[in-house]
């Protein structure tokens, strides 16, 4: 794994930034953790690749609240192409 950053997946609405810092750190030093209001997955950053790896390979699909979360290596996100909005 070369990068750090974790997507976590399927995590239930009411599953907070406190608690899957507290799940994460087990295996290392978090840097950051996101979680997407109201879509059901988020971010976490660990301070180094093999921190990262270690989470994952303990973490993915394991039960939060009720859940089998998935855990992989964060992609890049893709470049969006701008929206223009034209007055008639």
Avoid: C, W
């Avoid at 907070?16 to 109201?38: C, R």
């Avoid at 993915?60 to 964060?74: C, D, F, M, Q, Y």
Wanted: proline share 3%; hydrophobic share 35%; net charge positive.
């Amino acid at each position: 794994m070369q990068e750090s950053k974790l997507f976590v997946g399927n995590l239930t609405y009411s599953t907070d930034e406190n608690e899957l810092h507290g799940l994460f750190a087990e295996y290392g030093t978090v840097k950051s953790v996101n979680i997407i209001p109201n879509k059901g997955f988020g971010f976490v950053e660990m301070s180094s690749s093999a921190e990262a790896e270690a989470a994952r390979e303990a973490l993915n699909l394991t039960s939060v609240n009720g859940r089998n979360i998935n855990v992989n290596e964060a992609r890049p996100q893709k470049e969006r192409p701008k929206r223009t909005f034209r007055r008639y």
